[in-house]
T-cell receptor, first 113, second 112 residues
Framework: KAGVTQTPRYLIKTRGQQVTLSCSPI?????VSWYQQTPGQGLQFLFE???????NKGNFPGRFSGRQFSNSRSEMNVSTLELGDSALYLC????????????FGNGTRLTVT | DQQVKQNSPSLSVQEGRISILNCDYT??????FLWYKKYPAEGPTFLIS?????DKNEDGRFTVFLNKSAKHLSLHIVPSQPGDSAVYFC???????????FGKGTKLTVNP
């Protein structure tokens, strides 16, 4: 079974631009979550989608948004990029259930210059 | 306010010995706990989990212990192997939520 796939792996953008990251979950998984990893803050929860609905949102500004499509694929968008948005963005999917672990993709490394 | 804490940033052990990684939490609403292993430039890989109704879960060389009264969990790796060298993250989830709260990680080095 294929794992969580994230594209692109690497991205370089300049301040003020916007970026869209893509995630394909494991087949059959309907919950998709996004996390930001930085050296200082560790892994921070961005948001979670289930059946195209955002169910949970972390403490990030409104510049960070996402969506989920009917096939469970998800995209994350960051507008008006800032230097501090440079991070590894990780997508995770789960089958959904009380004891269902999240499975992560290898992430998109975003560098903002 | 860090709800999940891994107080040891690093740990070094000899091959064949036991590795014990520790994690403390403050939120008593957490009911599911997970350990992930992470190599550089890769996403975290799920290792093992435990529900709050249990106090121990074992999978091969990996055992997780949960002490709810102390709000403490630990991951034991026996025997440790050089390939286990990675950063280990403890994570916790509140009932009914898919959101994971992560610790800052412990870098494990297993020396041959």
């Amino acid at each position: 079974k294929a794992g969580v796939t994230q594209t692109p792996r690497y991205l370089i953008k300049t301040r003020g631009q916007q970026v869209t990251l893509s995630c394909s979950p494991i087949s059959g998984h309907r919950s998709v979550s996004w996390y930001q990893q930085t050296p200082g803050q560790g892994l921070q929860f961005l948001f979670e989608y289930f059946s195209e609905t955002q169910r949970n949102k972390g403490n990030f500004p409104g510049r960070f948004s996402g969506r989920q499509f009917s096939n469970s694929r998800s995209e994350m968008n960051v507008s008006t990029l800032e230097l501090g948005d440079s991070a590894l963005y990780l997508c995770a999917s789960s089958f959904q259930g009380a004891s269902s672990p999240l499975h992560f993709g290898n992430g998109t490394r975003l560098t903002v210059t | 306010d860090q709800q999940v804490k891994q107080n040891s940033p690093s740990l070094s052990v000899q091959e064949g010995r036991i590795s014990i990684l520790n994690c403390d939490y403050t939120n008593s609403m957490f009911d599911y706990f997970l350990w992930y292993k992470k190599y550089p430039a890769e996403g975290p890989t799920f290792l093992i989990s435990i529900s709050s109704i249990k106090d121990k879960n074992e999978d091969g060389r990996f055992t997780v212990f949960l002490n709810k009264s102390a709000k403490h969990l630990s991951l034991h790796i026996v025997p440790s192997q050089p390939g286990d060298s990675a950063v280990y993250f403890c994570a916790a989830r509140e009932g009914g939520s898919e959101k994971l709260v992560f610790g800052k990680g412990t870098k494990l080095t297993v020396n041959p």
